[in-house]
């Protein structure tokens, strides 16, 4: 995949949460104000660009001089167990079990598994751009829903997903060849 | 526990009720052979995970709980992913980035504390099957009304796939959009149903 692919898919096309569905959990369990989601939403797209790095990083570097390729899910963990036991700081403290248990930072990390460093970057950069552009949009519309009346079954995470649901529906609307053709 | 076998598939499913675990099984549950194939792959995971964890628990200071859970539950899914490409490329191809990724799912890392072995059992089997059946129910209702098809597994002459005569697809259903609509109506239907009966 080429940087500029990487770009148009990760953050539009097939955004990483709306159109891949990684890492659905935290956003639905973003705040409802719009500063603090974007606090929160900060907090879990940088983890992405991490990811992606580490997943050119370990393979090259500790697996491939073991002839471990086929590890790399299991090594990936290795270094997220070690992380967790990292003593924590602040607004780390909060954001690090989160931004852990992301389906996405995972997700991210296997599927740069393979590229090159440049690509590998864009797409953690770009999977970053996607995931705070979905937790803001979603918290203006939460914010908009908190003025209406829902039934009450909907009330709460019913809400949340349908909303979810028709934002990926508008991603759909993004067409990868007239993107593509927009970015060269 | 014959009570509580019920009540956690559908009342107090956990998937249902807070979505723990959900996301990366969302994106496969577009057919019902993933949905399956899946949970089954999560029953494994979680049973393993459950009785390793437990008997490690007893000595495992808590700070190392997280992280000796995390890698177990990394192995176990490493396993089952290498033995499905290796025995069946198609249905492991089908489920892609998604059977690796349950590894990092919140219902294998939510810690069991210390229990006797025979309660986790019991819980991770519960867990197991309430990922199942949810799953195994999104992926029918958006299969039938995306696709209008139901796929199982080919065995023999049955190819696996049927066809159900005389519907219209919405196709818009087996995307990206379907997953997060069906499973949010399914959800509200869920606690509309918890609220009348208790």
Known sequence: MTAVGAVLTFTFVNNVVLGQLLGVCPLLG???????????????????????????????????????????????????????????????????????????VLGVGLATAGSGLLASLA???????????????????????????????MRGLPLSLVTAGLMSLAFLAFDRTLLTALGG | MSEDFPRVLWRDNPLLISLAGLCPALAVSYRLSNALLLGAAMLFALLGTGIACGLAERVLPPKFRLSVRLLVASALVAVCARFLS????????????????????????????????????????????????????????????????VTLFPIGSFPGVWRIPGLTPARVLVAAPGALLVLGYLSALARRQGRGRS
């Open chain 1, 30 to 104: 973003l705040p409802r104000q719009r500063p603090a989601a974007l606090r929160v939403g900060l907090g879990l797209a940088l983890p992405l660009p991490a990811a992606a790095l580490l997943s050119w990083v370990v393979p090259r570097l500790v697996l491939a001089p073991l002839g471990l390729e086929g590890l790399l899910l299991p090594a990936l963990c290795l270094v997220l167990a070690l992380l967790v036991l990292l003593p924590a700081r602040g607004g780390a403290a909060f954001l690090l079990p989160q931004a852990l248990g992301n389906c996405a």
């Open chain 1, 123 to 153: 797409t953690g950069l770009a999977a970053g751009a996607g995931y705070l552009l979905a937790a803001v949009v979603f918290a203006g519309l939460r914010e908009r829903l908190a003025a209406e009346q829902a039934p009450e079954a």
């Open chain 2, 86 to 149: 290796a025995y069946a490329p198609a249905l492991a191809a089908g489920l892609g980035l998604y059977l690796p990724l349950l590894a990092v799912n919140c219902l294998l890392l939510y810690p069991t504390g210390g229990r006797p072995l025979g309660e986790a059992i019991l819980e991770a089997m519960g867990r197991g099957a309430a990922f199942a059946a949810v799953l195994a129910l999104t992926a029918l209702v958006r299969e039938v009304l995306g696709a209008g098809t």
